[in-house]
């Protein structure tokens, strides 16, 4: 399978604790992205990697979140001290350098269920 | 104000019927690019089609087509022949100008809920 790969694809935690999510990107594409999924929502920006370095960071984004991407290839999103709203599903996306129409290929996330 | 509005939380459609989804968005930037993907039950995001706002021709992918109307800013999604495995939820998406970090990244819609009747 060359597709956009995610870890673990179901975690249900205790409020408080820290999660961490995987993804693992198509292994040519430079580009890396997290989005949070809440129900009867869209797909919101969290934020985008180019290769190592982490250039975009939505406001979204808490003290409490932290991604890492070393050697620009897989990517990790963390987060503390979990709390309910946190519940989502959370998305990575990849695309190649310089592609044409900005496409951008998912994984199949991973759903977080902070009780 | 909202980037991208879907304005059918639901649509119900015959099977072997065309359905069309509508999505409309705001942005001031000359260049972006509007994009629908679909998203089954089981949570990936699949890559539908794709319209640039240069293109003077209407995107078409086998079964999907786009009607882009560009002064009334609307995208919409056309699946002609609805198919039982068309049933999922579908989102339409704006890619516009880069911020500077090269992110272009993609803004998408509260999404339309699709469900296909035999």
């Known amino acids: 399978d060359t597709g956009v790969s995610q870890n673990p694809r179901h975690k249900i935690t205790k409020r408080g604790q820290n999660v961490t999510f995987r993804c693992d990107p198509i292994?040519?594409?430079?580009?890396l992205y997290w989005y949070r999924q809440t129900l009867g929502q869209g797909p919101e920006f969290l934020t985008y990697f180019q290769n190592e370095a982490q250039l975009e960071k939505s406001r979204l984004l808490s003290d409490r979140f932290s991604a890492e991407r070393p050697k620009g290839s897989f990517s990790t999103l963390e987060i503390q001290r979990t709390e309910q709203g946190d519940s989502a599903m959370y998305l990575c996306?990849?695309?190649?350098?310089?592609?044409?129409?900005?496409?951008?290929?998912f994984g199949e996330g991973s759903r977080l269920t902070v009780l | 104000a909202q980037k991208i509005t879907q304005t059918q939380p639901g649509m119900f459609v015959q099977e072997k019927e065309a359905v069309t989804l509508d999505c409309t968005y705001d942005t001031s930037d000359p260049s972006y690019g509007l994009f629908w993907y679909k998203q089954p039950s089981s949570g990936e995001m699949i890559f539908l089609i794709y319209q640039g706002s240069y293109d003077q021709q209407n995107a078409t992918e086998g079964r999907y087509s786009l009607n882009f109307q560009k002064a009334r800013k609307s995208a919409n999604l056309v699946i002609s022949a609805s198919q039982l495995g068309d049933s999922a939820m579908y989102f339409c998406?704006?890619?516009?100008?880069?911020?500077?970090?090269?992110?272009?990244?993609?803004?998408f819609g509260k999404g339309t809920k699709l469900s296909v009747i035999p």
């Open positions: 998406a704006m890619r516009e100008a880069d911020s500077g970090a090269g992110s272009y990244q993609l803004t």
């Open positions: 996306a990849s695309s190649p350098r310089g592609q044409g129409t900005g496409e951008l290929f």
């Open positions: 292994s040519e594409h430079n580009r």
